[in-house]
């Protein structure tokens, strides 16, 4: 009787504990291998600062979720050329210089609702979970050459490990941190795009590095490509910082406008009190034209828009515009 009573109760007891194993998941049957997305980014070296940006933003949870989710994680290295493109030691000393929100605005322009294999992303718009102004935003993907990516400052960054992946979604591995509109002003959107290098150089040569920096007013901005400093670069280098000053003042507006508002064939003042006037004129893939107040021929060509900043907007052009300049000093 001993030994009987003994065995219904160890059978009782076992019962109870494979219930229990079932109920917390330990069972073979219930065990996932993979980890969160969370979890896999931690477990690789290689996305330290990736992991310290979203605990940071609060997005741990939101990563962790069981809501499908698609991630283009950029590598420390990515985070490293971003930091050091703005003037930071690293991309360690990056996160810890931005905002939460800040960092939540960056990190969910990585991030793209349902699990989105390598095999199944077709080439155009990819929205995005970041909200700006209002609306999705969207990456622009190609699959020419493989998978890239280009932001919202016209940089694009490359997929160069696919498909890793998460018990709630994937990553796709990138070399680029990714840009949002919105969030950066319009200096560091310059920063961030090594076609404005000459630009960002002529204006901390000018120190309009805080005009260009505040957060009010807001600014639209006509940036020339390194191309068009490079097509007058020895009379750059003879002009005065003043004369300096007034030629990139004389390429921003105060007041945002955008390319769906521009007041074509109205001349419109500068920064540098001297007058524009926008074309609806260009020849294709041109968007328009701008005459400066030089008249300086020919016209600019707008050639990008809408790169939406923090404090603004950038218009892209081929050609410096000049407007009238006094004599040098003497």
Do not use: W
Not at 226 to 240: D, Q, R
Not at 296 to 314: E, L, M, Q, Y
Request: charged letters at 10%.
């Amino acid at each position: 009787m001993k030994l009987q009573r003994r065995t219904v109760l160890l059978g009782a007891t076992l019962g109870a504990a494979t219930s229990l194993l079932a109920a917390c998941g330990g069972g073979d049957e219930d065990h996932d291998p993979l980890g969160t997305i969370v979890g896999v980014a931690q477990a690789n070296p290689a996305f330290s600062t990736l992991v310290a940006a979203v605990v940071k933003a609060g997005l741990v949870d939101t990563l962790s979720s069981d809501s499908a989710l698609t991630v283009f994680a950029p590598t420390n290295a990515a985070f490293d050329t971003a930091a050091t493109a703005l003037g930071f030691a690293d991309g360690e000393a990056l996160v810890a210089a931005l905002s939460p929100a800040t960092l939540v605005s960056i990190l969910t322009y990585h991030v793209v609702a349902g699990r989105n294999l390598s095999t199944s992303l077709t080439a155009g718009n990819l929205p995005t979970i970041y909200n700006f102004d209002g609306s999705p935003t969207a990456l622009r993907l190609s699959l020419t050459g493989g998978v890239s990516l280009t932001d919202a400052v016209l940089t694009s960054a490359t997929v160069t490990t696919p498909d890793v992946l998460a018990r709630n979604g994937v990553i796709h591995v990138i070399d680029k941190v990714l840009v949002p509109p919105g969030v950066l002003n319009v200096v560091q959107m310059a920063q961030l795009n090594s076609s404005f290098s000459s630009l960002v150089s002529a204006v901390v040569s000018a120190g309009l590095v805080d005009t260009l920096s505040a957060a009010a007013p807001l600014l639209t901005v006509f940036a020339p490509v390194n191309a068009a400093f490079a097509a007058i670069a020895s009379t750059v280098e003879a002009l005065t910082t003043e004369q300096l000053t007034t030629v990139l003042a004389h390429h921003v507006l105060t007041g945002q406008v955008l390319s769906s508002g521009i007041p074509f064939g109205t001349a419109v003042t500068t920064l540098a009190e001297q007058d524009i006037t926008i074309n609806n004129d260009a020849t294709a893939p041109a968007i328009a034209t701008i005459t400066d107040a030089s008249g300086s021929a020919p016209a600019a060509n707008i050639v990008a828009v809408d790169v939406r900043a923090s404090n603004g907007v950038i218009h892209v052009i081929d050609k410096v515009l000049i407007p009238v300049l006094g004599p040098a000093p003497a």
